[in-house]
């Protein structure tokens, strides 16, 4: 199975590369490790959810709660419910 940050849209990661990365190094490496460790969007906790929101531009926040129960705003369309 693949892990999550394989299902994610590229967009989003380099929106985080930029966003976070260099000013907040730690954060960023505590998302990208979340990303990494878990196989479904699912499996992430509402903490790691926050964090990652946090540091999203606005643009790319969920769109309601379907977005953010299942992740649809950072997922490529292969991988959306």
């Given at each position: 199975?693949?892990?999550?940050?394989d299902?994610?849209?590229?967009?989003?990661?380099?929106?985080?590369?930029?966003?976070?990365?260099?000013n907040?190094?730690?954060?960023?490496?505590?998302?990208?490790?979340?990303?990494?460790?878990?196989?479904?969007?699912?499996?992430?906790?509402?903490?790691?959810?926050?964090?990652?929101?946090?540091?999203?531009?606005?643009?790319?926040?969920?769109?309601?709660?379907?977005?953010?129960?299942?992740?649809?705003?950072?997922?490529?369309?292969?991988y959306?419910?």
């Open positions: 199975m693949t892990k999550l940050i299902q994610v849209q590229p967009v989003v990661l380099r929106a985080l590369d930029r966003s976070a990365k260099i907040y190094t730690a954060s960023y490496r505590a998302i990208i490790a979340s990303l990494e460790s878990v196989n479904r969007y699912r499996d992430l906790t509402i903490d790691q959810v926050n964090t990652l929101i946090t540091f999203l531009p606005q643009e790319l926040h969920p769109d309601g709660k379907t977005d953010f129960y299942y992740g649809d705003y950072i997922l490529q369309k292969k959306q419910v």
